[in-house]
Nanobody
Framework: QVQLVESGGGSVQSGESLRLSCVASGSVLNSYTMGWYRQAPGKQRTLVASITSGGSTNYADSVKGRFTISRDNAKNTVYLQMNSLKPEDTAVYYC????????WGQGTQVTVSS
């Protein structure tokens, strides 16, 4: 059974940084596109960043230049480095493994105060 577990969320001030981690069990991640999504209260879940098995990355316009997605296949882990955080980045952040079936983690809360 595939399980994704996110960690690294927390409460920070505007301008600070956080690094989120997504560790997989029951699946080797290196063959899959992995993504980070976020959902703010009352809003839809949206893509923040994704990385393909070949290492190509894609970012939402709102986070370009501030967030970096990366993967460590040896650790079966995907990261999201978030710098220069803003209050509008406040949300629950989820990782997803895309494939014939999509798998989601349980989410980690990120709260940015001004």
């Amino acid at each position: 059974q595939v399980q994704l577990v996110e960690s690294g969320g927390g409460s920070v001030q505007s301008g600070e940084s956080l690094r989120l981690s997504c560790v997989a069990s029951g699946s080797v991640l290196n063959s899959y596109t992995m993504g980070w999504y976020r959902q703010a209260p009352g809003k839809q879940r949206t893509l923040v960043a994704s990385i393909t098995s070949g290492g190509s990355t894609n970012y939402a316009d709102s986070v370009k230049g501030r967030f970096t997605i990366s993967r460590d296949n040896a650790k079966n882990t995907v990261y999201l480095q978030m710098n220069s955080l803003k209050p509008e980045d406040t949300a629950v952040y989820y990782c997803k493994r895309s494939g014939r079936l999509d798998y989601w983690g349980q989410g980690t809360q990120v709260t940015v105060s001004s």
